[in-house]
């Protein structure tokens, strides 16, 4: 072992995934060295605030609180990004990348918003970027995509890319408790991020849904032209008309390409998905991922989708495949070249959808919300009334035949105008997956 050539790694953040992957390597050091041929060597790391309590113990001559001269030191190999967000990570990640180094790194939302400059100076500089824990957390889907499926073509993958969400609608449903109170629990458990309105709001799952779209199709598609809608809204009478009706609520991310025109969708919202489906019984953290190709027909992927040791097994997945590639030349396959598929517009896509409203329960109300619907050309398939908690008021749940998002838009639209809704309808679409 004394004479294995010696990888210098240093990690850029120590929070939940720093330390996690911190203390596997320190746990498993000696396995990975023999398997690798090399001594991997934890060099240095960095944190913003040196007197915080960390679970990993670092010699004080090792830790710093500049990421910068993590990124820049000559002697490291390899820097791991694990601060996140998308400005000093981003500076770090281009400096360590422009010396000729790998960079591995779990910050979804810097690859979606950055990914061809970071991988443009990579290439440039004769470094390289891995990012497997930027989806789904420990599933190693990216790995799936890039080289295990790499005969397909994809005309659908979709799947629960949040844990913090899928934690939160699991113990909504579980429990019965709104989903405040259970994300306090996700922050704390290290799932959540930073800024949890990244997680509840959709913008992670997006993020993470541009990744895969990349991968899979070449095309790199900003979350803004993405619809996405997160979980927010959500309440205890859409949990409980899912459950009378076999289906569970999943914030999905949808990615479907019609072969014969290219055309892709891309889509993240809370959807009630019937329970006959894999992924409708994926519950708490983890994260469950259908893919499938035109050669290998449906593949599913289910683990944790966050939190500490998941994400830092995806972590040091990237970590011993730079070793390989700094060692060996094991160079993972080259990113799939643009295949500029044309993005359909959000409004296009088709689905049958669930409406939730609060109305006034008075004669007539009924009628008003049919003619808004046929206006839009809005073919109703159920209705069902349930008492409302305000006085006075009912709640309606209403289903729809196949329609399309600028329809259902219009509808919500033109409902919220009517005198006898009392509250913005709640939106899902209801997932028509076949087997
Ligand atoms: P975290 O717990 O907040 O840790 C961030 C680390 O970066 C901390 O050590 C923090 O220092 C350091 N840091 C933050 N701002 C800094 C600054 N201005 N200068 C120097 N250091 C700074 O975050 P995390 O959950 O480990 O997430 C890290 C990355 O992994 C993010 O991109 C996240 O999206 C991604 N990710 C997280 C998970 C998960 O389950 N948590 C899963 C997959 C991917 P202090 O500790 O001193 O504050
Ligand atoms: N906040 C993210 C989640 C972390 O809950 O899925 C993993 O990417």
Not at 130 to 156: C, D, M, Q, T
Request: glycine share 8%; net charge positive.
């Amino acid at each position: 072992m004394n004479d294995f050539p010696i990888v210098n790694v240093g990690i850029c953040g120590l929070g939940t995934v720093g330390q996690g992957v911190w203390k596997h390597i320190s746990r498993s050091r000696a396995k990975l060295e023999s398997r690798l041929g090399a001594r991997l060597v934890l060099k240095r790391a960095s944190v913003r605030d040196l007197t915080k309590k960390r679970s990993v113990r670092v010699a004080k001559s090792r830790l710093g609180d500049d990421p910068m001269a993590v990124a820049k030191d000559p002697e490291l190999q390899i820097v791991c990004e694990l601060i996140g967000g998308t400005t000093l990570a981003k500076d770090i990640t281009l400096a360590a990348l422009r010396m000729g180094k790998t960079v591995v790194s779990a910050n979804k939302a810097l690859v979606c918003e950055h990914g061809p400059e970071i991988f443009s100076a990579a290439r440039q500089h004769g470094g390289h970027y891995f990012f497997e824990a930027s989806v789904a957390g420990g599933i190693p889907i990216i790995k799936a995509l890039r080289e295990g499926l790499v005969a397909n073509r994809f005309g659908r993958i979709y799947g629960i890319l949040n844990g913090t969400c899928n934690y939160i609608l699991t113990r909504m449903e579980r429990e019965g408790l709104s989903y405040p109170i259970i994300l306090k629990e996700a922050k704390a458990l290290g799932y959540a991020e930073g800024n949890e309105a990244l997680d509840v709001e959709g913008w992670d799952t997006a993020h993470k849904a541009s990744i895969l779209t990349y991968l899979a199709h070449g095309t790199w598609v900003p979350v803004k032209s993405m619809l996405v809608e997160g979980i927010t809204e959500l309440t205890q009478a859409d949990i409980q008309y899912a459950r009378e009706n076999d289906y569970a609520i999943k914030l999905l991310a949808v990615i479907q390409r019609d072969l014969k025109t290219d055309a892709l969708a891309v889509s993240v919202a809370p959807t009630l998905l019937s329970r006959a489906k894999v992924l409708a019984n994926v519950n708490k953290v983890y994260n469950g991922v259908s893919v499938t190709g035109d050669v290998v027909g449906e593949t599913l992927y289910i683990g944790l989708g966050a939190g500490q040791d998941a994400t830092a097994s995806a972590v040091i997945s990237d970590i011993v495949d730079a070793i390989a590639l700094l060692l060996r030349g094991n160079a993972p396959l080259p990113e799939p070249i643009e295949q500029n598929c044309p993005l359909n517009k959000p409004e296009l896509i088709e689905g049958s959808y669930y409406f939730r409203l609060d109305v006034k329960d008075e004669p007539g109300v009924l009628a008003k919300i049919a003619s808004v619907t046929s206006k839009s050309k809005v073919s109703i398939a159920s209705v069902q009334q349930r008492p409302s908690p305000r006085k006075g008021a009912a709640s309606l749940i209403l289903t729809t035949h196949l329609s399309n998002e600028k329809a259902i838009r219009a509808t919500v639209t033109n409902l919220s105008r009517l005198d006898a809704v009392l509250t913005a309808p709640l939106l899902l679409r209801i997932a028509s997956f076949d087997d």
